[in-house]
């Protein structure tokens, strides 16, 4: 006789005969059973195989996901170091701009060439196939923007380092005192700005100082450089021109007399001419204009090896008059 272990055996009871009686099942029944079974099963087997799928790594997705861990955590590290660098370098381009280039009266550098990016949509595109792609792209964006900027940066700290080497002699050069004798200021006429056409009695810009003194009062070379013109100029009459190089030149209008010739190399303080009345001038004076890179600029900025502060401001109160220029 053979026994089923774990076989169910179903009984009813008769009330016919009152005893039990044993419940075979059909067919039916049998074929139902093993199909709810077989569904039970394969439900079971989806859900064990949904969660195997989406909440269960293999071996090797679990190796990907612990090296793109790894990887963010290097680049939030790279970023922070970015962070430090570009306040370095910051700080560098502040003092280069506001220190250094100040003290060498050096063209500041724009804004637009410190700071500019690189141009191209397509440039980063090769880094789009890479995990976090958008990580990726931004910290490259920004080591491009600190390699671009320290190359500006190291360009500009060339420059200054060859002014330095040449200071001294770009010192002689620079206008630096008055073109005529003044040590009273008795004959600073006009200054630079706005004031009043003696002719036409309109507001108009001057843009040089004007120095009230007589006919053949002598004129001086306000730095060391070579004489670019002496001739006629329109509104100027006899008119000098010099340039002392490193951006700078300097005019000499009105004057009665040359002392020099075209392409004469002279030096800060040797005579180049006498005071006229030439031109349009209402009366005997020197018109002098200092150009800085092709712009005018105020001449009185240019006197400190000839003038105490205290006559320099005495002298600025003097020239800061809006009335009437000579010419």
């Known amino acids: 006789m053979k026994l089923f272990k774990n076989r169910k055996v179903y009984y009813h009871f008769n009330p016919n005969t009152l005893s039990y009686e044993r ?11 093993i199909l709810r079974h077989l569904s039970s099963g394969v439900v079971f087997g989806a859900i064990a195989l949904y969660l195997v799928l989406n909440f269960i790594d293999s071996p090797v997705e679990s190796e990907l996901r612990k090296e793109n861990k790894l990887l963010q955590t290097q680049f ?10 570009m306040g370095v370098l910051e700080d560098l381009q502040q003092r280069d701009e506001k220190l250094y280039r100040a003290i060498f009266q050096a063209e500041p550098i724009p804004e637009s060439v410190r700071k500019s990016g690189f141009g191209g949509t397509d440039r980063y595109q090769h880094l789009m196939a890479l995990s976090n792609p958008e990580l990726v792209v931004a910290t490259t964006r920004r080591m491009d923007m600190l390699r671009k900027q320290l190359y500006v940066q190291s360009n500009s700290l060339e420059e200054i380092i060859d002014l330095g080497k ?3 002699e770009r010192s002689k050069c620079i206008p ?3 073109p005529i004798s003044n040590k009273d200021l008795a004959r600073t006429a006009s200054g ?20 009230s003194a007589k006919i053949g009062t002598e004129i001086y070379s306000t730095g060391d450089g070579v004489i670019t013109y002496a001739g006629w100029k329109q509104g100027y009459g006899n008119c000098i021109v010099i340039n002392h190089g490193y951006g700078y030149e300097t005019l000499y209008g009105h004057m009665n007399k040359f002392g020099v010739r075209v392409g004469q190399k002279v030096v800060r303080g040797q005579i180049i001419g006498e005071v006229g009345n030439t031109g349009k001038s209402t009366g005997p004076h020197l018109h002098y204009e200092v150009i800085v890179r092709g712009k005018h600029d ?6 400190f090896m000839d003038l ?3 006559e320099y401001d005495r002298m600025i109160q003097i020239a800061d008059n809006h009335g009437q220029v000579m010419d």
């Open 176 to 178: 630096a005192i008055q």
């Open 76 to 85: 939030e590290v790279l970023s922070l170091r970015l962070d430090g660098a």
């Open 308 to 310: 105490t502060p205290e």
């Open 23 to 33: 419940v075979y099942p059909t067919r039916k029944d049998r074929l139902f059973t």
């Open 192 to 211: 630079y700005g706005m004031r009043i056409d003696p002719i036409y009695r309109v507001p108009r810009f001057h843009a040089g100082m004007d120095f």
């Open 298 to 303: 105020n001449p009185a900025k240019y006197y």
């Open 166 to 168: 040449t200071q001294e």
